[in-house]
């Protein structure tokens, strides 16, 4: 854990137990499932049965108030689908692959035409691998891409989607020379890995990458490495992977201290800057860049959320909402094929609580993003959020 100077300690402290569990989903890979593109036919005419894995009976702190808030939005969604039929059976898995991989087997068993879930990837790779003879797919609540492919298909917000994002914009704003730093751990490395690809496709250099061991030591010592080598190689803005619960507030602080003011040069986040709230009073996120879904719809979930349940909901909840969204709109096609990979991976894509969205045919996904900015520690938003596919922001 880090241990933060004055100006960042009380609003980590804060930040930490928010985010502790939002990158949860995001554990060591184990390699993608196989099968599953044909899926289970269904009878559009009749009631289909879904089964939605989620982590009741998990010890993890935070698990059982995700898991409540994962169950509610996928039954707000049933709600919201009108005279299409969902058979929804809620499978507990207590956050592990063995009881998520049994939950699965049970939920085929009783007839489940495709399962939504579960939250964690080495979960998600033992539920894929299990039922993939049974031709089933699965929506899994993970951002992790490496699990991706076969019947598996990822519904969390992945770092390649973000920093495409992000990348495209910077270079509209002939931001071009991007220096990157990154956290020497599974997450910082794939955060890396997303950022030197999507420069490569949207016309921008990587003109450096600086890794630090995840500490404050590691933080401290990376300071004066990064502000000579953006120094040295012109660039004109910093992508960092860091998010509030690790380095950000050390970052934020600490960079425009030894010369790099955020008037000089861009900062960017691969992670979001606006959650928790306290994040936005950093002194150095003022003025940088980072993505956010559509904040319209993201705020009439959040509202109808509180309003039927009683309290706000988690941040991934509605993935549990986008799962069904999708398994209804298909559904309503009438095909008994629906659930199929070809149905799955429609190019029109979906609408979800955050935005459109669309699965691809690799298994990872992609989202409609605005892109934001910090100003007097409010969000502005500085592009907003696609509608649809093909246009700007894709």
Known sequence: MFAVLPIARKLLARIIAVLSILWIAACEPMGPGSGGGQGQPIDPSGPVAVALLVPHGSSAPGEAALARDLEAAARMAVADLGGIKIDLRVYGTAGQPGQAQKAALNAVADGAKIIIGPLHAESANAVAVAVAPSNVNVLAFSNNPTIAGGNLFILGQTFDNTAERLTRFAVRQNKKRILTVYSNNLAGQLGQQAIASAASRAGAQ????????????????????????ADS??????????????????FSQMLPENGLSPASIQYIGLARWDTPAQTLDLPGVQGGWFAVPDTGKAARFQARFQQTNGNRPHPIAGLGYDGIAAIGALIKTGKRDALSKSGLTQSAGFQGVD????????????????????????????????????????
């Open 206 to 229: 990587i003109v450096g990458n600086i890794g630090y061991d995840f500490s404050q030591e590691g933080v401290v010592a990376a300071v004066p490495q990064i502000t000579s080598t």
């Open 233 to 250: 190689t012109a660039a004109d803005a910093i992508f960092l992977t860091a998010n509030s619960a690790g380095a950000l507030p050390l």
């Open 355 to 394: 935005g459109v969205f669309r699965l691809r045919s690799d298994g990872t996904n992609q989202r409609g993003l605005a892109v934001a900015t910090v100003r007097n520690s409010k969000v502005v938003i500085l592009d907003p959020a696609p509608q649809g596919f093909g246009g700007a922001g894709f």
